[in-house]
C-alpha cells in the first residue's frame, strides 16, 4: 500500500504494529520481511521515488573534523543511499567482531556465527553472486585468475562488484502490493515519543506543512549514522539529553571506511598477473556466472589483507590496500635503474621499501617505467574513537529540527597505525619476490571518505558502553529499535552494505517473534 503524507488529513494518527523509519537497505529490508504477515507495518520514508533538492537539503549541516561529504554522501528518498551504491560487498571476517586487547572499544556483543544464517539470504538481496568469499573457490572456477599473495602475513581478501541494487526500484512493488505495509512517502520524522519507558510513536511533518502521527508497539529507526543520532537528541521534550543518552553516547564513535594513499608499489614483471587487485577487478562472468539483473556485469576486486596473526603482532587494527591507480610507461621520465633486478634485489635493509625513482625497467633496449607500476591505497579499519560524534547545533532546518554538526576524528594513533601496516605488506611483498613499495605518511587531509556512516548508536550489552543491546533495542527505552551500520560497535574493513541487510534479516525475525508473544 501506498501514501503520502501531505494527502493524510492533518492531526490524523495512524496505527501500526511496527513502524520503520527510513527507507533505505535497512528499512525496506525488514518491511519486505514482514509483507504479508498479520502484523501491519508503516514504513515512513522521507522524500518521494525521486530525488528533490529541497528533501536532500535537510541533511545540510556542519564539519568541524576531518571533511566528509555530509549531502551528498547520502540520499534521501526511496531506497537511500542504495540509489548510488556501487555494489562492493564483502562479509566481515570473525575477527572483526571479537574484541581484541590492542583495538579500543572493539568487539561485538555476538560473534560472526550470529550473523551466519543471514548472509547468504543478504547476498541474494544485493543481487551478488554465490556467497565465496575464499580465494581459492574462485582460482578454481577461473583457472587463469592469481592472487598473487597469501601467506601467514598477507592474505587476498575478496570482493564482489554487484550491480549495485537500487533497494527502492527493486522492492517497491512488493511493498506497494502488500497489504499489511503501508509505504508513506514525504514524511519527516520529528519526534519519538514515549510513554513512561517504552515508545508510543512518533510525529511526522511534511515539507508543505503537514503534520500527522504514528502510534505504533515498535519502532524502528533506520535512517542511517548520522540521521539516527540525529533524532534521538532532537527527541529530548521527555529526556532532555534525547533518547537513549543516559551515558552521553549516541552520536558517539562516528566511524568511516577511508582510503588513504600511502606510497606507490612497483610489481615484479615476473609476478603473477596483479588484475585482481587493481581497482576495476576481474569480471565474474570469465566463471560463467551471467548478471541476472542485467544492469551490470558482477565483478571480483582483491585487496592484500593483513592476516588477524599479522595485525596483532603490529598493534593495528584490521587493514587492506589495493592498487588503486596503474601509472602509464613514460620513456622521458629520469632513469635512475637499469632493469627490475635492482627492485627485487637487497633494497633499503630488507624492508621492502623503495625510492620512488627505482621504477625503471628496460625494454627492447629503452628504458621505460614499469606498467606494473600502481599508487598503494590503505584501507583500515578505524578505531572506535569517543570524541568522532555527530551533536546537533542550534541551526534549525525547514521543519525545525537542529541540523548536525560532524566531528569525524581519528584515534590519535590511527595514522601511525596505516604506516605500520604499510612496512608489513611491504616487507612481505618483498620476501616473496613479488615487488617493492615506497611509502609516504598517510596526509591526514588528503582521506578519501568510503560514505560508510557507522558507530554512532554502538552495539554493546553494557548500557554505559552502548546505545544499543545485541538485538537493536535501545536499552532504556523498550520497543525501540535501531537497524543499520550506526550499531556497528567494530567495523572491520569491508563495506557495510551486505551486513547492514544481514542486520535487518536478524531484526526482522527478531520482531515476528517479539509480536507474536
Not at 541494487?165 to 522492492?171: I, L, M, N, S, V
Request: aromatic content about 8%; proline content about 6%.
Amino acid at each position: 500500500m501506498l501514501d503520502r503524507a501531505d494527502e493524510i488529513p492533518r492531526g490524523t494518527t495512524l496505527q501500526a504494529a511496527v513502524c520503520i523509519v527510513g527507507g533505505g537497505a535497512a528499512g525496506i529490508t525488514i518491511a519486505r520481511e514482514l509483507a504479508d504477515t498479520d502484523h501491519d507495518v508503516i514504513l515512513l520514508e522521507s522524500g518521494t521515488f525521486e530525488f528533490t533538492e529541497a528533501t536532500q537539503n535537510l541533511y545540510r549541516g556542519t564539519m568541524s573534523g576531518i571533511p566528509n561529504n555530509l549531502v551528498g554522501g547520502r540520499l534521501r528518498f526511496f531506497g537511500g543511499t542504495t540509489n548510488h551504491w556501487a555494489g562492493q560487498s564483502r562479509p566481515m571476517d570473525a575477527v572483526d567482531f571479537e574484541k581484541r586487547s590492542w583495538v579500543a572499544n572493539s568487539g561485538w556483543p555476538f560473534g560472526r556465527s550470529e550473523l551466519d544464517p543471514y548472509y547468504p539470504k543478504a547476498q541474494k538481496m544485493c543481487d551478488l553472486g554465490p556467497f565465496e568469499y575464499d580465494a581459492s573457490f574462485w582460482e578454481k572456477q577461473i583457472p587463469d585468475l592469481q592472487t598473487l599473495i597469501d601467506t601467514d602475513t598477507v592474505r587476498p581478501a575478496i570482493y564482489q562488484i554487484g550491480p549495485g541494487t537500487h533497494f527502492g526500484e527493486k522492492y517497491r512493488t512488493v511493498l506497494e502490493e502488500s497489504e499489511n505495509v503501508r509505504v508513506v512517502l514525504g514524511a519527516n520524522v520529528s519526534n519519538v515519543r514515549l510513554q513512561g519507558r517504552r515508545v508510543a510513536g512518533v510525529d511526522v511533518k511534511t515539507l508543505d506543512g503537514n503534520e500527522i502521527a504514528v502510534d505504533a508497539e515498535i519502532v524502528v529507526l533506520a535512517m542511517g549514522g548520522i540521521e539516527n543520532p540525529r533524532l534521538l537528541l532532537a527527541s529530548n521534550t521527555q529526556r532532555t539529553a534525547g533518547l537513549g543518552n543516559e551515558h552521553d553516547l549516541v552520536g558517539r564513535y562516528f566511524m568511516d571506511h577511508s582510503l588513504l594513499a600511502t606510497g606507490r608499489v612497483v610489481i615484479s614483471d615476473a609476478a603473477p598477473n596483479p588484475e585482481l587487485f587493481f581497482f576495476v577487478g576481474v569480471p565474474m562472468e570469465r566463471a560463467g556466472i551471467k548478471d541476472r539483473s542485467g544492469a551490470l556485469p558482477r565483478y571480483l576486486l582483491g585487496h592484500f589483507a593483513l592476516t588477524p596473526r599479522a595485525s596483532r603482532e603490529a598493534q593495528i587494527p584490521a587493514l587492506s590496500a589495493l592498487l588503486a591507480g596503474r601509472f602509464p610507461g613514460d620513456e622521458t621520465a629520469p632513469i635512475a635503474s637499469a632493469d627490475i633486478a635492482s627492485l627485487i634485489g637487497d633494497v633499503e635493509g630488507r624492508t621492502g621499501v623503495v625510492r620512488p625513482e627505482l621504477v625503471m625497467i628496460e625494454i627492447n633496449g629503452r628504458r621505460r617505467v614499469s606498467t606494473n607500476y600502481f599508487e598503494l591505497a590503505v584501507n583500515m579499519e578505524p578505531t572506535p574513537y569517543a570524541e568522532s560524534r555527530v551533536t546537533l547545533t542550534t541551526e534549525l532546518d525547514r521543519l525545525g529540527m537542529p541540523r548536525v554538526d560532524l566531528a569525524w576524528r581519528f584515534d590519535p594513533d590511527d595514522y601511525a597505525s596505516v604506516t605500520r601496516g604499510g612496512a608489513v605488506l611491504a616487507r612481505e611483498l618483498a620476501a616473496q619476490g613479488l615487488g617493492r613499495v615506497h611509502l609516504q605518511p598517510p596526509e591526514p587531509l588528503a582521506v578519501k571518505y568510503g560514505n560508510h556512516h557507522m558507530g554512532t548508536t554502538r552495539m554493546h550489552q553494557n548500557p554505559r558502553k552502548g546505545v544499543v543491546d545485541q538485538h537493536g533495542e535501545v536499552h532504556d527505552v523498550a520497543n525501540l529499535y535501531i537497524a543499520g551500520s550506526s550499531v556497528f560497535p567494530a567495523s572491520g574493513f569491508s563495506n557495510p552494505t551486505l551486513t547492514i541487510t544481514a542486520l535487518a534479516l536478524r531484526m526482522a525475525e527478531r520482531l515476528q517473534k517479539v509480536l507474536d508473544q
